[in-house]
């Protein structure tokens, strides 16, 4: 079974920065495209950023130039370091994965969301 746990999140003043953390874990062959989503309330879950295995990269054009993702396959990790941080980023953030395991196949799996509070 496989499991994608998420942490780093928390209360941050404007301007401040965070680093969040998915690690995979279970009987995983392969890990594919990598992303974060993230969902305010009262609006619908974005993709805010995506990393294939190649680390091949694609972003929200809101947070181009203030978020990285970036990955450690020996981890079965993604990280979303995220600076410049503005109020307009406050949502539960979500992990994304695509994971290939030796018993299900090919699968979409998503994290328990971690929320990201921006605020004075």
């Known amino acids: 079974q496989v499991q994608l746990v998420e942490s780093g999140g928390g209360l941050v003043q404007p301007g401040g920065s965070l680093r969040l953390s998915c690690a995979a874990s279970?009987?995983?062959?392969?890990?594919?495209?990598m992303g974060w989503y993230r969902q305010a309330p009262g609006k619908q879950r974005e993709l805010v950023a995506i990393?294939?295995?190649?680390?091949?990269?694609n972003y929200l054009d809101s947070v181009k130039g203030r978020f990285t993702i970036s990955r450690d396959n020996t981890k079965k990790t993604v990280y979303l370091q995220m600076n410049s941080l503005k109020p307009e980023d406050t949502a539960v953030y979500y992990c994304?994965?695509?994971?290939?395991?030796?018993?299900?196949?090919?699968?979409?799996?998503w994290g328990q969301g971690t929320q990201v509070s921006v605020s004075s």
């Open positions: 994304k994965a695509d994971i290939s395991t030796w018993r299900s196949g090919r699968n979409v799996y």
């Open positions: 279970g009987s995983i062959s392969s890990i594919n495209v």
């Open positions: 990393i294939s295995s190649s680390r091949n990269t």
